[in-house]
C-alpha cells in the first residue's frame, strides 16, 4: 500500500458525496425544514464531504510536513503553511470543519437556515479542494 492508497479512496467518497451535495442544491430552504427524510439526505451529504476533506487533508499533512494536526481545522491550515492550498481556501474548509463539529456534536441544535447556507454556498471550496489535490497527485508530488 502507498500513501496514495488512503487519499484515492477518499476522493472517490468524495466525488460520490459532493456529487449528492449538487443534486440536493435544489432543495429548498421551506423543503429543507419541513421534510425530515431530505434533511437527512442533504446532512449526510455534508457530513460525508467534509468528514473525506478532512481525512484528505490528515493524509496529506501526515506526508508532507512534521506537525500534526490538534484539530481538524488546523489540519487546512498547515496544508497553506506548507504551500499546499492557498490561505483563502483553508480558511473555508477550516470554517467546514468546525460545521461538521457541530453535525456531529450538536445536532439537535443545528440552525437550518445555517445549514442551508452550506448547501447553497459552500460546495466550490470542497470542489476546489478535490481539483488540487487530484492536481497534486498527478504531478507526483507525493512520490511512493
Same mark, same amino acid.
Given at each position: 500500500?502507498?500513501?496514495?492508497?488512503?487519499?484515492?479512496?477518499? +476522493?472517490?467518497?468524495?466525488? %460520490?458525496?459532493?456529487?449528492?451535495?449538487?443534486?440536493? !442544491? $435544489?432543495?429548498?430552504? =421551506?423543503?429543507?425544514?419541513?421534510?425530515? /427524510?431530505?434533511?437527512?439526505?442533504?446532512?449526510?451529504?455534508?457530513?460525508?464531504?467534509?468528514? =473525506?476533506?478532512?481525512?484528505?487533508?490528515?493524509?496529506?499533512? $501526515?506526508?508532507? @510536513?512534521?506537525?500534526?494536526?490538534?484539530?481538524?481545522? %488546523? @489540519?487546512? $491550515?498547515?496544508?497553506?503553511?506548507?504551500?499546499?492550498?492557498? %490561505? /483563502?481556501? =483553508?480558511? !473555508?474548509?477550516?470554517?467546514? =470543519?468546525?460545521?461538521?463539529?457541530?453535525?456531529?456534536?450538536?445536532?439537535?441544535?443545528?440552525?437550518? /437556515? %445555517?445549514?442551508?447556507?452550506?448547501? !447553497?454556498? /459552500? +460546495? !466550490? $471550496?470542497?470542489?476546489?479542494?478535490?481539483? +488540487?489535490?487530484?492536481?497534486?497527485?498527478? @504531478?507526483?508530488?507525493?512520490?511512493?
Amino acid at each position: 500500500m502507498t500513501q496514495y492508497t488512503g487519499i484515492t479512496g477518499h +476522493l472517490r467518497e468524495l466525488d %460520490e458525496a459532493t456529487g449528492d451535495w449538487e443534486r440536493y !442544491q $435544489a432543495i429548498t430552504l =421551506a423543503e429543507l425544514k419541513a421534510d425530515r /427524510d431530505r434533511r437527512n439526505m442533504v446532512l449526510h451529504a455534508l457530513l460525508v464531504s467534509v468528514q =473525506a476533506s478532512i481525512d484528505i487533508a490528515n493524509h496529506l499533512v $501526515a506526508a508532507r @510536513s512534521t506537525r500534526r494536526p490538534e484539530t481538524y481545522r %488546523e @489540519s487546512f $491550515a498547515i496544508l497553506c503553511e506548507e504551500g499546499l492550498i492557498p %490561505e /483563502d481556501l =483553508a480558511d !473555508q474548509l477550516s470554517d467546514l =470543519a468546525g460545521f461538521r463539529s457541530v453535525l456531529v456534536h450538536v445536532y439537535w441544535r443545528l440552525n437550518l /437556515d %445555517e445549514v442551508y447556507g452550506v448547501l !447553497q454556498n /459552500d +460546495l !466550490q $471550496a470542497v470542489n476546489r479542494f478535490r481539483d +488540487l489535490v487530484r492536481a497534486m497527485l498527478r @504531478s507526483h508530488l507525493f512520490p511512493e
